[in-house]
């Protein structure tokens, strides 16, 4: 197993992409904004890579925040390529 991972300093979702780009991080001590452009002002990233890894960094730090979300900083993972259409021929 690699070294712990150390909670990071508050960043914003932009400097938070910049800095993990394309992966899953779980964020803790989120600063909810009231304004509808920006879903927090500030967060703490617990963990990063695969949404299991991040998750699994962030387990220790349950007891001390509630919750743990987990968020994708690239485009949706779960966006899948266009199919080609199935033509039936008879």
Known sequence: MTDA????????????CERFPHQW??????????DRDQPFRTALVAGCGSRHEALAQARPLRKLFDPIGPFFTGDSPS??????????VG
């Open 5 to 16: 991972w150390k909670v990071s300093e508050p960043m914003s979702w932009g400097e938070i």
């Open 79 to 88: 966006v899948l390529p266009a199919l080609p259409p199935i033509v039936y």
């Open 25 to 34: 991080i779980a964020l803790v001590a989120l600063d909810w904004a009231d």
